[in-house]
């Protein structure tokens, strides 16, 4: 069999195949209320918005005001799976684009954990798309 060298792309060019989706976690679609709290000056601001998605690493929330990109917030996750709303501090905004953003989970409890997955997975399950990302990576 002949191999033949692909040259990369050069800058600028379009990409005609998608690069291998960076997250490790598998993502869900939600649509459960969550409030995020952060900072704005010498102020506590508390706002309610929606998960669009949710991860053991991460979500994608709908809110009606956004956070700057890198700040911390604080999130109480109301995940409907009969326990009391999931708290989790330190929570790092990755992007904001629009109306939504995506942030970044802090280090989780083995309890936190294991209850995001168990949420995810029902949710996967539940979910009638395909537009799904892989629950492991192979390195």
């Not at 109480?76 to 109306?99: F, N, Q, R, T």
């Amino acid at each position: 069999m002949k191999l033949r060298r692909l040259d990369p792309l050069p800058q600028g060019s379009p990409r005609t195949q998608a690069l291998l989706d960076r997250r490790d976690a598998e993502r869900a679609p939600i649509g459960c209320k969550v409030i995020y709290t952060g900072t704005e000056g010498a102020r506590i601001v508390r706002i309610e918005g929606t998960l669009q998605d949710i991860s053991k690493t991460g979500c994608k929330i709908l809110g009606k005001t956004q956070p700057v990109s890198g700040c911390d917030l604080t999130l109480l996750l109301y995940l409907e799976d009969g326990s009391a709303p999931l708290c989790l501090s330190g929570g790092h905004v990755s992007w904001v684009k629009g109306c939504m953003f995506a942030v970044r989970f802090p280090r989780l409890t083995p309890d936190e954990r294991k209850r995001l997955q168990e949420i995810v997975w029902r949710n996967v399950t539940l979910s009638k798309t395909s537009h799904h990302h892989a629950a492991f990576r192979v390195a």
